[in-house]
């Protein structure tokens, strides 16, 4: 173990119990990020036509919530950002996400870059 997990681990024994709990429960999210990712590619496979996939989630802890990339991808490497999925900590729901006619507007940008590099 190192010296840092150590530091967490008794800072976190240090807590009130109420408080240990919490930490529990945000590791426990944490933990969530393959489920993210699993709804998340349902809600691209639903809206959006092949090369779009799913980036890596990123737990936001003000908004309390998970961040998803949307990206472009080619199987020759070459990939970019064209959007983000936001969801629900507890529920996995979508709470919000970027428009899709300004996903595919990037994305049309994106292959014309591709096509030109």
């Known amino acids: 173990m190192l010296p840092s997990e150590q530091n967490l681990i008794e800072t976190v024994k240090a807590l009130p119990a109420e408080r240990q709990e919490e930490v529990r429960d945000f590791?426990?999210?944490l933990s969530q990020s393959e489920e993210i990712v699993a709804a998340a590619m349902?809600?691209?496979?639903?809206?959006?036509?092949?090369?779009y996939c799913a980036g890596e989630p990123r737990f936001e802890i003000r908004a309390f919530g998970w961040q998803v990339p949307v990206l472009l991808s080619y199987p020759n490497g070459k990939?970019?950002?064209v959007g983000e999925l936001v969801f629900d900590s507890r529920t996995h729901e979508l709470r919000g996400h970027t428009s899709l006619e300004e996903i595919q507007e990037r994305g049309r940008k994106l292959v014309q870059e591709f096509m030109h590099a």
Do not use: F, T, V
Request: without cysteine.
């Open 79 to 81: 990939h970019g950002l």
């Open 27 to 29: 590791i426990g999210l």
């Open 42 to 51: 349902m809600w691209i496979a639903a809206h959006l036509p092949d090369r």
